[in-house]
């Protein structure tokens, strides 16, 4: 999964894909359905493509990602929009889940 910004600033990220070439960004917002088709520039760096583009997203919004290269799907993977900070950040926030288990087990020795 990629995590990315709310923002009109440009962001990238790196993915490595089936092929090293690709041509179009589609964005499928999962809770309208509504795809965007951006064409992008992608830079090769060693075994993967990377690129950075001003996407409109929006915060705590799961998007469908795929990259294709004149219509060919060269990469496909899920993105989350949130703005808070990456290694802060829990879905359960300000909630405790507790594990109940009945997990009975004997040890033979």
């Known amino acids: 999964m990629i995590i990315l910004k709310e923002t009109t600033r440009p962001q990238g990220f790196h993915f490595i894909p089936r092929t090293m070439q690709a041509t179009d960004?589609?964005?499928?917002?999962?809770?309208?359905?509504?795809?965007?088709?951006?064409?992008?520039?992608?830079?090769?760096?060693?075994?993967?493509?990377?690129?950075?583009?001003?996407?409109?997203?929006?915060e705590n919004t799961f998007y469908n990602l795929t990259i294709l290269n004149d219509g060919d799907v060269v990469y496909k993977d899920k993105v989350f929009c949130t703005n808070q900070v990456i290694k802060d950040f829990t879905?359960?926030?300000?909630?405790?889940?507790?594990?109940?288990?009945?997990?009975?087990?004997?040890?033979y020795e």
């Open 91 to 107: 879905v359960n926030e300000n909630q405790y889940v507790e594990n109940n288990t009945t997990n009975e087990f004997i040890i």
């Open 25 to 58: 960004i589609v964005l499928r917002n999962e809770t309208t359905s509504v795809e965007v088709v951006i064409p992008a520039t992608f830079e090769i760096n060693d075994y993967y493509l990377s690129t950075i583009n001003v996407l409109n997203l929006k």
